[in-house]
């Protein structure tokens, strides 16, 4: 099967303008945007046959380019990455049996999270779409909470049954739990990676769908897929020591850095 993976990446970011073109500092002092680290984790992922960016900005593509990106340019009116990489794919003539949506914030996305979830729709021939969970540990869980109690939204949690289908993505910390958890205690609760693997006729019908009450509600693109009947396939991860979090407000920029200190990333 061959794989394309597109990273959408677009300038006017509600909560965060300019995010693509932050610069994050790692171990080693090296500081590089955004964009560009999102970037090297897609060219990470083995079993891959193109990568691409995927923007409506001159500036991001002046920038990806500049590091040796190839960028598709699409449309203004893309809603969400979905529609991003829907376009894109389009735009590239089709033809790729799996498109992975490897969202521009998610820097420290290890590869084996993306080559998981590529094996995991392969091996679910039902499913139009297939996204990563990863357990929380106590401290990614209270990382959540921490976020929702001053009001910031953070990272997005996933509530799936006993066959991985999911039954809800929420920015509020689901299930709700009254337990408390220390550092590396397992919880029931996951996170939402923001990665995607999409067949092309699941990807291709996205954009003629109206966005529904719970994807406006939420904010969140995948529940689309959901509110049109479609399956969505969680694919649980492992973090194998590696720690993670996604880009959503400048208070994720400090955070960020000092994981990739934490675990020597460049």
């Given amino acids: ?37 999102s970037w090297r984790a897609a060219k990470s992922v083995s079993g891959v046959d193109r990568v691409v960016v995927a923007t409506d900005d001159d500036r991001i593509r ?36 799996i498109v992975v949506n490897l969202q521009g914030d998610a820097p420290l996305t290890p590869h084996w999270f993306v080559e998981d979830l590529i094996s995991g729709l392969r091996a679910a021939p039902e499913a139009g779409v297939a996204t990563p969970v990863l357990r929380c540990d106590g401290n990614a869980l209270n990382g959540l909470l921490n976020d929702r109690k001053h009001d910031r939204v953070g990272g997005t949690t996933a509530v799936f049954g006993q066959d991985h289908s999911a039954m ?39 954009p003629g769908w109206p966005a529904g009450p719970l994807e406006q509600l939420e904010g969140l693109e995948q529940l689309r897929f959901m509110e049109n009947g479609r399956k969505v396939l969680c694919v649980e ?23 990739m200190a934490a675990m020597g990333l460049e």
Avoid at 66 to 90: K, L, P
């Fill in 1 to 37: 099967m061959s794989v394309l993976i597109a990273i959408p990446a677009r300038y006017a970011s509600t909560r965060y303008p300019g995010k693509p073109l932050v610069p994050l500092t790692g171990a080693t002092g090296v500081s590089m945007t955004l964009i560009e680290r």
């Fill in 62 to 97: 002046d920038l990806a380019e500049g590091f040796g990106a190839e960028v598709v340019m699409t449309s203004e009116t893309c809603q969400n990455g979905t529609e991003r990489c829907a376009e894109a794919h389009e735009v590239l003539g089709g033809g790729h049996e």
């Fill in 168 to 206: 809800y993505f929420s920015k509020e910390v689901v299930p709700f739990t009254s337990q408390t958890y220390a550092g590396d205690d397992p919880t029931p609760v996951f996170h939402h990676v923001g990665v995607y693997a999409y067949r092309p006729d699941a990807l291709a019908a996205y």
């Fill in 237 to 259: 991860v492992e973090a194998r020591g590696r720690q993670f979090w996604e880009l959503n407000n400048p208070q994720d920029v400090p955070k960020i850095e000092e994981m």
